[in-house]
């Protein structure tokens, strides 16, 4: 069973513009929760993450917005620049655990 | 190097065939994930160090799977008897220490074909 979702598997967004990357989860259990982004042929690399004690965490370009109530967060990414193209994937995991569960991710092109 | 190493990046092994695949950690870190990701998929977990012992290994398939990390650093994933439904990235990450809030850092992953 999926506990991490990721129901957009691709958005295109044009250059300098907004991009809304979202994910819902099902475990009430999750308190810490972190995005990835994948370029082709590399391993994902950290984006940036949040706890379940904030609502909101800002890192430059990107914002994490945390809903515990709907059990979703969202990523905003703006302006959007073409380097941002890639795949980025949702993971949740309980902060006294060692497991991340990752969501089937989302395609992001940014568009020159 | 200053990042996690696997090798091979690529294997292509027959059916029944035994693979292990290997994961250089960052110098240092005492903490060492495997994940697996299928085509479509995100990466799932399969097995967690801290240092040489296998701290949560849940994730493992079946016992066909299985890994090991005897000095604390590398680690091998073993599995035998492979089968068409292996089939995909093998990925590792380490980090300094074990804890959700500590940066864990990937590896390119071994692109895993059985066929």
Known sequence: ?112 | GAGVSQTPSNKVTEKGKYVELRCDPISGHTALYWYRQSLGQGPEFLIYFQGTGAADDSGLPNDRFFAVRPEGSVSTLKIQRTERGDSAVYLCASSLNSGASTEAFFGQGTRLTVV
Request: hydrophobic share 30%; aromatic share 14%.
């Open chain 1, 1 to 112: 069973d999926q506990q991490v979702k990721q129901n957009s598997p691709s958005l295109s967004v044009q250059e300098g513009r907004i991009s809304i990357l979202n994910c819902d989860y099902t475990n009430s259990m999750f308190d810490y929760f972190l995005w990835y982004k994948k370029y082709p042929a590399e391993g994902p690399t950290f984006l940036i993450s949040i706890s379940s004690i904030k609502d909101k965490n800002e890192d430059g370009r990107f914002t994490v917005f945390l809903n515990k109530s709907a059990k979703h967060l969202s990523l905003h990414i703006v302006p959007s620049q073409p380097g941002d193209s890639a795949v980025y994937f949702c993971a949740a995991t309980q902060n006294t655990g060692n497991q991340f569960y990752f969501g089937t991710g989302t395609s992001l092109t940014v568009i020159p």
